[in-house]
């Protein structure tokens, strides 16, 4: 019955401020505007375009990408085990489904697993990452996540709150983590929600976005004294920047996060995703520590993560994922297995779909000619689009874009107009903020402005996804292109058309007219 | 290179000390241990009992219970979409799958969903808190999670660390959150995990574990000084305690809510297990704060969680729950949001699942007749388990235990002879701990002593799932029951059998013999 009893307890200014600090571009205000758009357009309301099309995320089938056959016939008979009797649903479909059965309580996807995974899924994962890098791996340092998001943001967890530790040689400083920019803004917000200090180490754009040791010894240096550094992010295909990191590279960054005793965090989700595997072939980060030898094999602290969202599954929804330790104190793990547990687990349809992901149809096996042609499409298909995409956005006035080695994104620089740019300061937005916000009102296209991933002081870009450039460039080809700003700052036109493969491909062009 | 490269980055001494405070019985050493002779019996290893009994768990399935077939068939078609053409699947399951892949990004539940659920799940919550309640539900004020676990850590984390604020009137304190003793452990390791300070209220037990005002008062005026307390925590029907509170008993809490500024978070996700509707009705916190009109009404943050896991479907593995929000700040729900936002989406199978629960088939659909006799056979099984377990447990010396008015489980005390507890004290282990590793090795039973909840001190407990008090009674029944212990502390005994409706019932007696 005390004063301001007409306020709410919590309120802006009662709240965990670091709630507040976060920000995730890939569904931030761009985004929610484009929702409140489409919401629009369903009740009626008329725009140069009938629906949005959103290339803020990998969102796989959200643009037309297939679900594979094999998955799916082993969730639905996991859903519903009476389809064991169905005769469309071939025997290797039924042996999966069954033994993950078998490995539930009570024969149900119903029960709760262990909070580290179904034991026979991470035994499969162990023996994808045998497979793929021909060094063994061993199922106790394998757990299962709602998805990688979870598992990233669970060893961040661990780390963090150095803050709180005021005696001791640390003094009083918070935990630093070592992030690339342009990065994936799960980093940002989660060093933002755990308080933890980012150090920005920035990738060389006009050097196809490499990662240069010395810019990781600057970025270092200067953190001095604001945070005790403890774990060196690396997104590898890199996202949003496109790029696979040379073995060299990986060598380099192995050696200085031994030097400067950091946490090595590989961020390997689009491991799959890789489209010169001639030129730039994928290496793990486990296998290149495994060749370098002592000190390194042993010394170095490693957790990598992978998700069934991306590659050629594209099952987002499904939330499943994990993460592989080496090199970890058992100790520590076992903290960080007991922290798991409070979650209880993660969704075991979810864990179903990473068995699915690491334990393919082998040759014998009925469903394999179908899973290798449904397969081959998706990838292909990508690999497709990111060729055309860079070509395409290349050709354009004013835009430059690397070569899309790996992932799923174009991550363009634009030229922006001087008039534009003070447009945007006048509106108090980022200028390519205000250039994706003019992009989805005009155009109807949801592109996230390349300061939600960080960039370098004075450029811009954006962020797009290629799984819809063929949508994305159509709706630019469909419609005549006057926007508010039309005659003063930016406008997008038609420019040509060029026929590869089997479709129609088009060409946009941007262009500045100032 | 320098000194102590030989140990790792992340030791017990470097991580985050709020991990190392987690603790969470529910899955913890007991049930650690139950696994590892689970994984010893699996090699061979010869014990009296063939397999672990885990009643540590409300895990529904893994207990035998069924799944309805009305909730997977839709989950089946979810996952793969094909079975549109089953004949073996009724119209009104087609109906719904169709109706929540038109809402997912391409038709695919393999898409990502709205960071807050699917929408029109939202608004079928909604609906069924309205038609529960008889008041109106917004569905921009509910939120799907994965489980209600992921709920309530999201609603903790928003309010925490006031630590981190050292100017303003709070100066440099903790956020408190007032927890009941016994409490469900996701509540104190929650507040572990997040460094806020715990401000215990504890339980009447011998007034059926009611939750006196008093009490409220003592507790929150114990804390004075030691936090600002921002919330307070109410689990009805109870768990451990099973107790269903009385209306006017909520009123005192809401008023107490309000006079103090708290938040009130109401764990409501056993809603739908209640075993005496008559003498013990179940009623949301939302519809009694509704009916004391204002203040109250409007002036009193409600946060209630529900999930899919427990009730009727018991399907934790899917991890749906969700959360309503009730006279929130829209600020503040909307940096909730924001927050959510980072972690992409709950599965969407789960929120599926969360559909099924509060959409079932009404009396003219196809599904109707199968889904009530699914439905009831699960709540009257609970509701004989449940009286059964009480009876039974109250005919045992030495055992005492309070009716099971509502959720899944039986909290009795337990008088352990002055032996039992000084050897438990030379082995550094709680009395209770003791006799709870004692049952498991002896006769693979696994339940998690009352410690891990909190009880009042001197006090000893046990929770028990009731889903599988038979099996667990039946394992006493068919063993003979010689301990390590057994002249001078404790054993199991046989007493008698009972033969209640459709099942076998057995007694078994917990005596003590010093």
Known sequence: MINGLDS?????????????????????????????????????EKRNFKEVIKCNIGDCHATGQKPLTFCRQIMAMLAFPELENDERFPDDVKQRARRILQSCGGGSVGSYSNSLGIQCIREDVASYIERRDG????SADVFLASGATEAIKLIFFLQYILHLISTGEDGNRRAGVMVPIPQYPLYSATNAEMNAYQIEYYLEEANNWALNIRELERALRASDGCCVPRAL????????????LSRSCMEDVIRFAYDNRLVLLADEVYQFNIYQPRACPWTSFKRVLHDMGPP??????????????????????FRGGYCELVNFDPAVANQLYKALSARLCPPVIGQAMVAALVDPPTESEPSYALFIQERDRVLEDLRIKADLVTRTLNSLPGVTCNPIQGAMYAFPRIELPPKAVLAAKEQGQQPDFFYCLQFLEEKGVCVVPGSG????????????????????????????FPTRYNDQLVWWKLEGVLPPSYFRAICVCFATCN
């Open 8 to 44: 709410k307890v919590l309120r802006l200014e009662t709240i965990n401020p670091h709630v507040v600090n976060i920000e995730y571009a890939v569904r931030g205000p761009i985004v929610q505007r484009a929702l409140q758009i489409e919401e629009a357009l369903k009740k009626g």
């Open 135 to 138: 060094i063994p791996s061993n």
């Open 233 to 244: 992010v690396v997104i590898n295909p890199g996202n949003p920047t496109a790029q696979v």
């Open 296 to 317: 390194y094999a042993t010394g170095v602290e490693l957790a990598s993560f992978m998700s069934c969202s991306k590659g050629f599954l594209g099952e987002c929804g």
């Open 453 to 480: 991933f960080g960039q370098a002081e004075g450029t811009f870009h954006f962020r797009c996804g290629v799984l819809v450039v063929f949508n994305f460039l159509y709706r630019s080809l469909a419609r005549s």
